[in-house]
């Protein structure tokens, strides 16, 4: 067999205390930290194989690409990865599945308690010096909500979805699963999409981004929740309408909210949640739910069995 040219795009998104399994086969390893748009096209027009997390692959970059034979996306999404013009010049796409089952629900569970027992608003004020002027022992001046006992409604029943059910049960909160929106009818387990938004203490999203998804929560969404609801996005920026959400908290719509998805990312202070990072019912990690060493670990392991497994002839987990 031929050496083989293996370019990873955006080296970066996995840590570099992440072990990367070598691959089995004869190949000429190439790694960029990031690699911008117009840097797409030369990157990948001698490359055998592409690794990317992030960084977009379409028929116009990809047109020059006349070697390549996989794309292995890093990450569970495929949204940016032209997958039908792949699949018509004969291009595999991978993905990596189940490796955050761990680590993304802790992060909603976290997310959960901190919210629910205003954990941000109490150390600002701590902070700030409010504790210090009042002269009791504690004060109150956020409410505090227990978990147990409260209802989490899931949107989207995946691998992570289950895992943050099961997750959840475990520390006393009641679980619904919410059927697709507008779908008629339900299938067996899930209740109507606005029951459960009209129902649940805590909203979390665990669907892909597609068309049928995108600003799936919105103005509409967010006013049929109750007050002391709050909401967790875990998924895709995309499927949250972040205006409204900033609305929404301002207005007392919802109690908080809990984001670590964004529309574009890195977010810059255009985008309405970092332009109101300050409100202390609103919670913002940098895309992190997943990156539990031991989940980013699992992820590398996995990628890496894709492209052995797709060179020796067994490809799993092919998208296309």
């Not at 520390?171 to 507008?182: L, N, S």
């Not at 209740?191 to 649940?200: G, I, N, R, Y």
């Not at 913002?284 to 497994?309: C, E, F, R, Y």
Request: with cysteine; hydrophobic share 40%; proline share 4%.
């Amino acid at each position: 067999m031929p050496t083989l040219k293996v370019v990873f795009l955006d080296r970066a998104t996995i840590p570099s205390q992440i072990h990367l399994k070598p691959l089995s086969f004869e190949h000429e390893w190439v790694e960029y930290d990031f690699t911008a748009p117009e840097q797409v096209s030369e990157r990948v027009e001698e490359a055998d194989v592409v690794i990317t997390n992030k960084v977009v692959l379409n028929e116009s970059n990809l047109a020059g690409a006349k070697t390549l034979k996989l794309i292995a996306v890093s990450a569970t999404g495929v949204n940016n990865v032209d997958v039908e013009y792949c699949k018509s010049k004969d291009i595999a796409v991978t993905n990596v599945q189940g490796y955050a089952t761990q680590s993304v629900p802790e992060h909603v569970i976290a997310m959960l308690f901190a919210l629910k027992r205003n954990l941000v608003g109490y150390h600002k004020d701590i902070e700030s010096g409010e504790w210090q002027k009042d002269k009791q022992f504690c004060f109150f001046t956020h409410p505090i909500q227990d978990v147990a006992g409260s209802t989490l409604g899931l949107m989207g029943s995946g691998s992570l979805g289950q895992a943050t059910a099961m997750l959840a049960k475990a520390i006393g909160v009641k679980v619904m699963f919410a059927e697709r929106k507008g779908a008629e009818s339900c299938r067996e387990g899930y209740l109507p999409f606005d029951t459960v938004l009209q129902q649940a203490d805590a909203i979390s999203l665990h669907c892909p981004l597609t068309d049928a998804t995108q600003n799936l929560i919105s103005e509409r969404e967010l006013t049929m929740m109750k007050p002391s609801a709050v909401l967790i996005n875990t998924g895709r920026g995309g499927l949250v309408d972040e205006q409204a959400l900033i609305e929404a908290l301002k207005n007392n719509h919802i109690a908080g909210a809990g984001m670590d998805v964004f529309t574009q990312e890195p977010a810059d202070n255009s985008n309405p949640l970092l332009a109101n990072s300050h409100l202390l019912n609103l919670l913002l990690t940098p895309h992190v739910a997943w990156g539990s060493d031991s989940s980013i670990q699992k992820l590398s392991d996995i990628l890496m069995d894709n492209i052995d497994g797709f060179i020796a002839c067994r490809p799993q987990n092919i998208v296309n």
